[in-house]
Structures are given as structure tokens and as C-alpha cells.
Antibody
């Protein structure tokens, strides 16, 4: 069964940095890409970022471009979303999900990132 | 960016009655691979989203057959043939044809 588990959320001050991670079971990051999607409190879903399984293709939403970066921790087989220059509007539950060529599947439970002073 | 517009945004329904949600895209969702990458997701209260439908009309394993998807080009529809209590939640369409991928605003389904 395809599953992902997000971790690393927390409270960070505006302008600060945080890294959230995504671990997979039932599939490998060596063969499938990953998307990050976020949901601000009480709001809808917003697609954030994508990385291809081999790292040769990446895409980011304009709202995070230049501030967020996807990286891979091969030793732990996890994918991370490095978030810099965080703003209050980045406060959200961050989900990772498996790429399935034009769609996503296997959402995790999400990890909450709160940007507040 | 492709704008996904859902209607209605709120849908009160009677148990056992049908329900329909519309999703319109600001441009064609036909991909260069010839497929239309339009998916539907359900988010029950307090839960993570769950995919119901992919590539317009393909139902995921375990999804009841009362859910169906249809459409082409820029107009798409999710139908629930007979609404059950467990169908309460917010439904989102999403396009995966053009970068950046985009979601509709969500349609809240509740029981009258």
C-alpha cells in the first residue's frame, strides 16, 4: 500500500527557515516523483512543488519560487522541502504525495508549519 | 496559470439523492501525451485528501461506484448518484496538465 509520512513541522518566526521531510513506504523515491501540497487553516488546497524521481525536473509555485527547495536525503530515502524566508502566509499543513504522471496519490497526514512571532 | 473554477461552492443534499459538482478550466487540459489530467479529491472533515477519480473518469480502487467523473476539454463533472452520510466533506478538482498544477476552490457537500 502506497503511503507517505510527513514530519518536521513546527513554529518558526517570520524570515526564518524550516525543513519538512517526506518518507515513503510501498514505493521508492528512486522511481517516483513527489509533490508538495499545502492547506492554510480553513482554506483550500494549494500545489507547491514537484520533483521528478531522478531530480532532473523540478517545478515550484510562484508563491514559493526562490524561497523553497526540494532536496533528497539518499541515506534515509526521504525527500525534504527546505523553506527559507518564511512568511505568515506560508502557515499551513504541508502534505507530500506520490506523483503518478498528471495526478497525485497516497497523501500523508500532513505536517503543520506555523509562521508567527 | 490555469484557473480551475468549481461550482457550486456549497452543496446541501438530501440523503439518497444525486449530487453534481462542476469544474471548469481556463484552458484545455489535453496534455501533449493526448491524455486529460483532471483528478477529483475528497477531503472528509479532519482528514487528509483522498483521490477519487483520475484522468477524468477513472475511479480509484475502493471508491464506491456511486462516484463518477466525466467531461472533456475544459468542462468536467463529478457526480454522486445517491449521497450517503459518509460523503460529507469538501471536493476538489485538480489539473496536472500544465505547470503549475492547480486546484479548484473546493465544493463543500453537506446533508440537508
Amino acid at each position: 500500500q502506497v503511503q507517505v509520512v510527513e514530519s518536521g513541522g513546527g513554529v518558526v518566526q517570520p524570515g526564518g527557515s524550516l525543513r519538512v521531510s517526506c518518507a515513503a513506504s510501498g514505493f521508492s523515491f528512486n522511481t517516483h516523483g513527489i509533490h508538495w501540497v499545502r492547506q492554510a487553516p480553513g482554506k483550500g488546497l494549494e500545489w507547491v512543488a514537484f520533483t521528478r524521481y531522478d531530480g532532473t525536473d523540478e517545478h515550484y509555485a510562484d508563491s514559493v519560487k526562490g524561497r523553497f527547495t526540494i532536496s533528497r536525503d539518499k541515506s534515509q530515502d526521504t525527500l525534504c522541502l527546505q523553506m527559507n524566508s518564511l512568511r505568515a502566509e506560508d502557515t499551513a499543513v504541508y502534505y507530500c504525495a506520490k506523483d503518478e504522471r498528471g495526478t497525485v496519490a497516497g497523501w500523508g497526514q500532513g505536517t503543520l508549519v506555523t509562521v508567527s512571532s | 496559470d490555469v484557473v480551475m473554477t468549481q461550482s457550486p461552492l456549497s452543496l446541501p443534499v438530501t440523503l439518497g439523492q444525486p449530487a453534481s459538482i462542476s469544474c471548469r478550466s481556463s484552458q484545455s487540459l489535453v496534455h501533449s501525451d493526448g491524455k486529460i489530467h483532471l483528478s477529483w479529491f475528497q477531503q472528509r472533515p479532519g482528514q487528509s485528501p483522498r483521490r477519487l477519480i483520475y484522468k477524468v473518469s477513472n475511479r480509484d480502487s475502493g471508491v464506491p461506484d456511486r462516484f463518477s467523473g466525466s467531461g472533456s476539454g475544459t468542462d468536467f463533472t463529478l457526480k454522486i448518484s445517491r449521497v450517503e452520510a459518509e460523503d460529507v466533506g469538501v471536493y476538489y478538482c485538480m489539473q496536472g496538465t500544465h505547470w503549475p498544477w492547480t486546484f479548484g476552490q473546493g465544493t463543500k457537500v453537506e446533508i440537508k
